[in-house]
């Protein structure tokens, strides 16, 4: 669907990364996992970028996370970050297939602003009963909070940050080749390529796997 949509608040949950909450438009629902896409116009030049669902549902409300790249990242991350609440932006979706479908153990591995899609898919499959797993890497951690609070729920947390453990370690300890269990993969393309090689190295594959590229 297209819509008109109210931000509701916009919150610092980590070094220049920011959750996005907004106004759920009637007749719209997502799965985490699943995005949206926000149009705006800056300095006169209309920009449309992608950004997946970090909530756990879209009751009430729903949230993305933003991460700002000041060195490779353009100018409508940051002009996002600049909104306040009570704006109105436009959006469209939700898109994608690769996203949380109730399995019973879901494993997500995160780079960067992939721990969006890390924290809504861990909290939406604990709140239903199932097992949840999370390998998140990036230079500064975001989210910690939400973190924390899945690991008191039992959900194992491995956080790599600075990339002073080996993601393929990481990814050794999480992953279990179950048939009931679903891998999961969001982040920029270069650290999909890491998980790739990671996978590879503990004897596993990307087979099966949902994946998300960010671009
Ligand atoms: C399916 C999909 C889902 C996405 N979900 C999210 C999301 O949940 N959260 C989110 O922050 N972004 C997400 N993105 C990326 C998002 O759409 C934008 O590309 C990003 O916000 C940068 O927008 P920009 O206009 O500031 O820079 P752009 O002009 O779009 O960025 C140019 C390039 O800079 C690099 N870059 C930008 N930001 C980063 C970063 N944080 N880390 C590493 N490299 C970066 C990338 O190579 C990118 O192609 C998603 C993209 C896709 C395709």
Redesign the pocket.
């Known amino acids: 669907m297209d819509a008109h949509v109210v931000i509701a608040s916009i919150d610092d949950v980590g070094t220049d990364t920011i959750a996005l909450e907004l106004e759920t438009p009637d007749g719209f629902s997502a799965e985490p996992g699943q995005?949206i896409k926000l149009t705006g116009t800056v300095d006169d030049e209309e920009?449309s970028?992608?950004?997946?669902l970090?909530s756990p549902n879209t009751d009430e409300t729903f949230e993305?996370?933003?991460?700002?790249?000041h060195e490779?990242?353009?100018?409508?991350?940051?002009y996002l970050a600049a909104l306040e609440p009570g704006d109105e932006i436009e959006m469209s979706g939700p898109y994608?297939s690769d996203h949380y479908e109730g399995e019973p153990r879901v494993v997500v591995i995160a780079g960067?602003?992939g721990i969006?899609?890390a924290v809504g898919i861990g909290e939406r499959a604990l709140a239903d009963g199932n097992e949840a797993a999370i390998v998140y890497r990036d230079e500064e951690l975001a989210h910690r909070a939400r973190l924390e609070t899945l690991a008191d729920r039992g959900a194992t947390v491995r956080l790599l940050e600075d990339g002073t453990t080996d993601l393929a370690d990481a990814v050794d300890d999480v992953v279990t080749d179950d048939p009931e269990e679903q891998v999961f993969v969001y982040g920029?393309?270069s650290f999909i390529e890491d998980v790739e090689d990671a996978l590879e190295a503990i004897g596993s594959s990307t087979d099966g796997a949902k994946i998300?590229?960010?671009?």
């Open positions: 995005f920009y970028r992608f950004y997946t970090s993305t996370t933003i991460e700002i790249d490779e990242g353009g100018p409508f991350s940051a994608g960067g602003p969006g899609p920029f393309a998300e590229n960010f671009g």
